[in-house]
């Protein structure tokens, strides 16, 4: 089982948390026919395989720059079949919450961002909160008021499938994104100096992370460490210190056996001890 900083449990208690959700995160979800969606990899090497030539395609995957290998495949592929090819594999297959999803609603952080297209979280977490979760994109203009009222929100950083035109999802979309939404990631970069974020199913090289991350350490370098889970080994232990070090993150790792499951068995368990705490606060006032 993970186990949770204190601290981490005391800011999700008095909800001063952002939970980030990654891809990772939606590959829990299955749809009636027992389909998960694809990685971000995946997706994007079945578009190459369909293309020819496809080299220098897969030449970017391989060294993991998928910003520029999405930007090639969809200008290759043009704008409506590749926008239609997103709709078929996050959209029309139909995914359906899985346990992950009812840990991490558990937990009840007021702010939950994420970068994913496909809707499994947002769903689930408006069905159980009677659709009054308000969800806001980067390009909505009033994030600000959203995010100083007393409601519940999902950020939604790169759009949403539901307006494949307006995701971000591209190198140049990615670099129009953050200059003509500026004050949307500026909004980002004050939840970082404010709250604790818990990582959930990223990778340490997503640029929106770095971008973050590391500005925020060297603007304030005696801030508290956010909170980044990731699978056992997928880091060299001092691979994983440098990232610690310059991303200001204390990394949780665990086992990928069964399905993820000492995963979900520690969400599950540190909603609990969230819960516990939450009862003391009710008790001492020390909100």
Same mark, same amino acid.
């Given at each position: 089982?993970?186990?949770?900083?204190?601290?981490?449990?005391?800011?999700?208690?008095?909800? #001063?948390?952002? =939970?980030?959700?990654?891809?990772?995160?939606?590959?829990?979800?299955?749809?009636?026919?027992? #389909?998960?969606?694809?990685?971000?990899?995946?997706?994007?090497?079945?578009?190459?395989?369909?293309? $020819?030539?496809?080299?220098?395609?897969?030449?970017?995957?391989?060294? $993991?720059?998928?910003?520029?290998?999405?930007?090639?495949?969809? *200008?290759?592929?043009?704008?409506?079949?590749?926008? +239609?090819?997103?709709?078929?594999?996050?959209?029309?297959?139909?995914?359906?919450?899985?346990?992950?999803?009812?840990? =991490?609603?558990?937990?009840?952080?007021?702010?939950?961002?994420?970068?994913?297209?496909?809707?499994?979280?947002?769903?689930?977490?408006?069905?159980?909160?009677?659709?009054?979760?308000?969800?806001?994109?980067?390009?909505?203009? &009033?994030?600000?008021? $959203?995010?100083?009222?007393?409601?519940?929100?999902?950020?939604?950083?790169?759009?949403?499938? &539901?307006?494949?035109? #307006?995701?971000?999802?591209?190198?140049?979309?990615? $670099?129009?994104?953050?200059?003509?939404?500026?004050?949307?990631?500026? =909004?980002?970069?004050?939840?970082?100096?404010?709250?604790?974020?818990?990582?959930?199913?990223?990778?340490?090289?997503?640029?929106?992370?770095?971008?973050?991350?590391?500005?925020?350490?060297?603007?304030?370098?005696?801030? *508290?460490?956010?909170?980044?889970?990731?699978?056992?080994?997928?880091?060299?232990?001092?691979?994983?210190? =440098?990232?610690?070090?310059?991303?200001?993150?204390?990394?949780?790792?665990?086992?990928?056996?069964?399905?993820?499951?000492?995963?979900?068995?520690?969400?599950?368990?540190?909603? +609990?001890?969230?819960?516990?705490? #939450?009862?003391?606060?009710? +008790?001492?006032?020390?909100?």
């Amino acid at each position: 089982m993970i186990d949770w900083p204190p601290e981490l449990i005391k800011d999700l208690a008095r909800r #001063r948390t952002v =939970i980030f959700l990654g891809a990772g995160v939606s590959l829990n979800s299955v749809n009636a026919a027992g #389909r998960r969606p694809k990685t971000w990899a995946q997706f994007l090497t079945e578009c190459a395989n369909s293309l $020819a030539p496809n080299r220098h395609i897969l030449q970017l995957m391989k060294k $993991a720059d998928y910003l520029t290998a999405c930007e090639v495949l969809a *200008r290759a592929m043009t704008r409506d079949p590749f926008r +239609q090819k997103l709709r078929d594999e996050f959209l029309t297959p139909g995914y359906q919450h899985a346990s992950i999803h009812e840990h =991490i609603f558990a937990l009840d952080s007021r702010i939950v961002a994420t970068p994913n297209f496909d809707k499994s979280f947002e769903t689930y977490a408006n069905h159980k909160a009677n659709a009054s979760i308000i969800v806001k994109h980067h390009y909505d203009p &009033d994030v600000t008021d $959203a995010i100083r009222s007393d409601g519940r929100l999902i950020l939604k950083i790169h759009g949403s499938i &539901d307006s494949p035109d #307006r995701m971000v999802f591209t190198r140049t979309e990615y $670099a129009k994104a953050r200059s003509d939404h500026r004050t949307f990631y500026q =909004i980002l970069d004050a939840l970082v100096m404010t709250h604790t974020f818990l990582f959930l199913g990223c990778g340490v090289n997503d640029p929106d992370l770095k971008l973050l991350l590391e500005d925020a350490l060297f603007r304030h370098p005696m801030s *508290r460490k956010h909170v980044m889970v990731m699978p056992r080994r997928e880091l060299h232990d001092e691979v994983m210190k =440098i990232v610690e070090d310059t991303m200001n993150l204390k990394i949780l790792t665990y086992s990928t056996a069964n399905n993820f499951q000492e995963l979900n068995d520690s969400i599950a368990a540190l909603a +609990q001890s969230v819960e516990i705490k #939450r009862e003391d606060l009710k +008790q001492t006032g020390n909100w």
